[in-house]
């Protein structure tokens, strides 16, 4: 099968018509000039490709693409399914809560599930998958043209309109050709009233602040010759009062139980306008989203937009500096103010007391039980949960004791300012200061989702729990290096804690400038030593520390994430995989034939999956660390979970060690004498595990209990001098063990920064790939012996072993 026919198909899924240059924002790129599954991914998620239903259209072409290309060295069935199974994975993770997508990225599984089941070859496997993914592009279509079939009658019945008396339709966003497989579910009942001779004029809203209105939906409209007038969002309810409007019908994102439809921000607003002015209000949306999972309007995650669409205007600024924004994506309608949901199976109707039960409609339409949710929402936030801006984090901070106490009082309230610092993707974070006292205070707030992609991605308010509890312990632990918590509110999703004033920066900044940190390792091994120990059985005993990680919990989601990027990915063909190419293809090629690593990373996997130490920061690197020339501080807690201590203790090793490593890099492209930066960084690499050591080694001695793998106190429990001799050989052995880990941990580490998804600025900001490729090689080199040679090396072999290295440089 050749792979035109799916290209088409591709180019068709954007749009039946042709996406001009003007209708582009600046930097943005259209959708039908690529057609595999990663272009797809950053389409998508970029919001290149708009619409439930043409988002996920386009996945299934896409998967169809690449299917194509790779079927001849795909061989049995099972393999065709793991590979379909693969990248629809990665394709849900565009858009997780669209409905459309997940609904195709469970059916296209299925099929290549049963495929493989049946024993089908791996040739006709592919050829049936591809068939069904461009199947799915007609099924689209005629279910428009079935949705505007219903609706151009539902509309016409609503109005009271008879033959020879065409409606004036208004509606909002872009629901058409360009939203959809082809022809469009709103826009696609206009256009069967028109086709129907029943269309007297459309008329539609701009949609701010993305303009979807103005450039596509307005587009088609003139395309087609429709009769048709391009209006302000806020000229709707005028254009209303003046009877110009005798229906609004609007498509959907999800739809709840009960009929409360998310859409477009600003379709509340009609349909609110619509009730007040006696102008029936429609949505009209496949079956596939309409989601009987979520039970009302309030469980639907709303996504927050970036301000600058608000406050520039192609790329300048037309707003005032300093003024807040909230950019809402979309909002939801209750079902109360809809007239009808117009889907192909026919309108989904309202109950005798004027209500949908839109579970039942879906099992009379699909003859089956209501389904299950494909991509449910995020948890609704508690009650009382909001958004913070800069003026009301103010008034929350003011309310709560502990923080205006921090900043010293409400007495100096009108003093107090906030400025947001985060990096505006998933948290908000607020610097709270007060001019009278020069306190400081940081405010995060968790939200329920990631602010920047797409429509609203979900992540659980769960993780600022772990955050929040795992700063406090550890603060508890070693109040010198890590920040006070003033307070953790759980309905609000916030953590207050200390504000690190400069000249604190970010370690690995500083690193990269060459700067040196003489008390780094001193205050890294205290802070090592202290919380891994005290929070350890040998600490606390092992009923303490059963209670204790059942208390805090798995922190699941951020797990899962670390097995996949360190363990697994690095060493297989992974999409998320990326290195300095093409300099480093042969070593990366090498990770994925080695069967002596992949052995290893197995071991790694199992022993971070199973052996619940002590609880960890969970990912700690110098991009979380902040420091002076005389002080450090963790922070970012947000990966935290009981786990093997030398997980934390090689991720701190590593990311030494990448920096050493890229110390030559930066001396060539930069100039400069790097000897002295190299130096510190060795020291600091076997400083750092020497003070971890002794410390651990005394805290013992001070605090331990009867527990765990020791089964001595320190008071001995068998008494003598035999009883303290086996405490000294537990100790050498537990301590062994825990360098053993680490340097195989760290291993693991700095291959996934070389090769993995994410890299570290240490080597990426070495500009000549070259040079790059040089001290990366290096790096991976020292990294494999770590792994495979963790149990005979000691802390200061290591050093010598990244000295040779570093001499091939």
């Known amino acids: 099968m050749s792979t035109a026919p799916t290209l088409e198909a591709i180019r068709y899924a954007r749009g039946s018509l042709q996406l001009l240059d003007q209708l582009k924002l600046p930097g943005e790129t259209v959708f039908m000039d690529v057609a595999d599954c990663d272009a797809c991914w950053t389409m998508i998620r970029d919001m290149n490709v708009r619409g439930a239903p043409a988002i996920a259209i386009a996945a299934a072409l896409a998967l169809a693409v690449d299917l194509e290309a790779s079927k001849a060295g795909l061989s049995t069935s099972a393999e065709v399914c793991a590979f379909v199974a693969g990248k629809l994975d990665h394709l849900f993770t565009s858009r997780p809560t669209a409905v459309n997508l997940g609904e195709a990225v469970q059916r296209l599984k299925a099929s290549a599930s049963a495929l493989a089941a049946a ?31 219903f609706g151009a009658d539902a509309l016409c019945a609503a109005v009271g309109k008879g033959p020879g008396a065409p409606l004036r339709v208004l509606t909002h966003c872009n629901t058409g050709s360009l939203a959809t497989a082809g022809y469009g579910t709103a826009l696609g009942v206009v256009r069967a009233l028109r086709e129907s001779d029943r269309l007297e004029h459309i008329y539609c809203n701009e949609t701010r602040p993305y303009n979807q209105g103005a450039r596509l939906t307005a587009y088609e409209i003139a ?15 005028s254009l209303m009062r003046q009877k110009k409007v005798d229906a609004v019908v609007v498509g959907a994102d999800r739809v709840a139980d009960n009929g409360d439809t998310a859409n477009k921000i600003g379709t509340y607003n009609l349909a609110v306008s619509c009730a007040y002015h006696g102008v029936p209000f429609f949505v ?86 209501a389904p299950a949710a494909v991509a449910p929402a995020a948890a609704a936030p508690a009650a009382g949960f909001y958004a913070m801006d800069v003026d009301s984090v103010l008034e929350y901070c003011a309310s709560k004791p502990s923080i205006a106490a921090a900043l010293g009082g409400k007495d100096n309230l009108e003093r107090w300012s906030a400025k947001e610092v985060g990096d505006g993707n998933i948290n908000f974070v607020y610097i709270v200061s007060c001019a009278a006292t020069q306190n400081a205070v940081v405010v995060k707030q968790g939200l329920p989702f990631v602010r920047v992609v797409g429509e609203s991605w979900p992540l659980t308010q769960e993780r600022v729990r772990y955050e929040a509890e ?64 005290g929070s350890s059985a040998l600490a606390v005993g092992c009923e303490r520390l059963r209670e204790q990680r059942q208390a805090f919990g798995q922190n699941e989601a951020m797990c899962a994430l670390t097995e996949q990027v360190i363990f697994t990915e690095p060493y297989c063909d992974a999409e998320n995989n990326k290195w300095t190419s093409p300099q480093l293809d042969a070593a990366a090629a090498s990770l994925r034939g080695d069967v002596a690593l992949k052995t290893k990373m197995a071991a790694l996997k199992r022993a971070f999956a199973t052996d619940a130490a002590a609880l960890l920061h969970g990912d700690l690197h110098t991009g979380s660390i902040m420091c002076t020339s005389t002080t450090t501080f963790v922070i970012d807690h947000e990966f935290a979970f009981y786990g093997p201590m030398g997980f934390d203790v090689g991720a701190f090793l590593a990311n030494v060690l990448l920096a050493y490593f890229s110390q030559d890099g930066h001396e060539k492209t930069s100039g400069g004498d790097r000897s002295a930066s190299r130096a510190w960084l060795l020291e600091t690499f076997t400083g750092t595990w ?70 570290v600025a240490d080597l990426e900001s070495i500009g000549d790939p070259d040079v790059r490729a040089k001290c990366e090689l290096a790096a991976l080199a020292c990294a494999r012996r770590l792994i495979l040679e963790a149990d005979e090396l000691s802390i200061d072999d290591v050093a010598a072993v990244a000295e040779s290295l570093r001499a091939t440089l």
């Open 223 to 237: 395309f087609e010759k429709m009769p048709g007038t391009l209006i302000c969002d806020s000229a709707a309810a």
């Open 690 to 759: 020497h003070t971890f050591e002794r410390r651990f080694l005394q805290l013992w001695d001070e605090r331990g209990v009867a527990a765990g793998t020791a089964g001595i106190t320190p008071a001995s429990v068998y008494g003598g001098s035999a009883g303290e001799d086996a405490l000294r050989a537990v100790q050498k052995a537990y301590v062994k063990g825990v360098l053993r880990d680490s340097l195989a941990f760290a291993g693991a580490k700095m291959t996934r920064r070389i090769v993995g998804i994410a890299h």
């Open 119 to 149: 024993g089908a070859s791996g040739a006709d496997a592919a050829e049936r998958i591809i068939a069904e993914c461009e199947a799915m592009l007609a099924d689209d279509v005629a279910a428009n043209r079935a949705i505007g079939a």
């Open 284 to 369: 009209a949306a496949p079956v596939s989203t309409l989601d009987p999972s979520t039970k009302k309007g309030g469980d639907i995650v709303i996504e927050d937009r970036p301000a600058e669409e608000i406050t520039h205007v192609r790329g300048a600024r037309v707003a005032a500096d300093g003024i807040g924004v909230w950019n809402p994506s979309f909002d939801v309608t209750p079902g109360c103010l809809i007239a009808g949901i117009i889907t192909e199976k026919g309108v989904v109707p309202k109950t005798s007391n004027g209500t949908f039960e839109v579970g039942k409609f879906v099992a009379a339409a699909t003859d089956a039980a």
């Open 470 to 533: 795992a700063l406090q312990t550890a603060h508890g632990f070693c109040p010198a290096h890590v920040p006070e918590v003033f307070l953790y509110d759980a309905s609000m999703s916030v953590i207050a804690m200390r504000f690190l004033e400069p000249p604190h920066i970010i370690l690995r900044g500083g690193i990269v400038a060459g700067a040196t940190y003489p008390r780094l390792a001193a205050h890294a091994g205290e802070y090592l030593a202290t919380t891994l120990f």
